[in-house]
């Protein structure tokens, strides 16, 4: 047990010194977009892409990993949706709630931990979890919120949506490099 606390411990070092950063007023409320913009554009599909392109892939075990996480997707998605709804939320906040309760932070603190813990090769079953997350959330997940805004659901949008989303394209791209016998050039690893 503390052997896994002590490997832990940097990932929740630099989550402490974020926050005191802003306690003691160093980070400023306006770096909050930009970490944010950075995060989704560059550092997070570098992770995803990074944890499938250079792990063993195998179909069978990664496979039934995507299609489980899917099904567990959907039943807790179902599941907040029928209590939202029971509870009398309107629609917006019943499609947020369902939204927001299913997609965690599991890919931003997930695939991190589980590769201090136990290594690069646990990062590829992470970011498989974390790339079935993107993908309910990212079709879903969208159509929902978009319900709650317009009586019909506007699939060209979402469609948009998705084609534009680095996390979508990290995710393809590193499955198909992690399937492939493909040998990136090292600068590029490195990269």
């Known amino acids: 047990m503390w052997s896994i606390i002590t490997l832990l411990l940097p990932l929740f070092a630099l989550i402490a010194l974020g926050y005191l950063a802003g306690y003691i007023k160093i980070a400023k409320l306006s770096w909050v977009s930009v970490l944010n913009l950075f995060g989704f554009y ?65 890919g931003y603190i997930g695939i991190s931990a589980l590769q201090l813990v136990f290594g690069d090769a646990a990062a590829a079953e ?14 879903f997940g969208i159509g929902l919120l978009e319900a709650s805004k317009h009586r019909t ?14 996390l979508m394209w990290a995710t393809i791209i590193g499955f198909a490099v992690g399937f492939s016998d493909l040998t990136l050039p090292q600068p590029v690893v490195q990269f």
Do not use: E
């Open 126 to 139: 992470g970011a498989v979890i974390v790339s079935a997350m993107i993908l309910v959330t990212l079709t």
């Open 42 to 106: 560059i550092a997070f599909p570098a992770l995803i892409f990074k944890s499938l392109a250079f792990a063993d892939i195998s179909l069978q075990l990664h496979g039934t990993i995507l299609l489980l996480q899917v099904a567990i997707a959907i039943g807790v998605m179902g599941l907040v949706y029928g209590v939202c709804t029971w509870l009398g939320l309107n629609k917006a906040d019943r499609n947020t709630f369902t939204i927001c309760l299913y997609f965690s932070n599991a």
């Open 153 to 166: 659901i506007h699939t060209a949008s979402i469609l948009r949506s998705i084609a534009k989303n680095p």
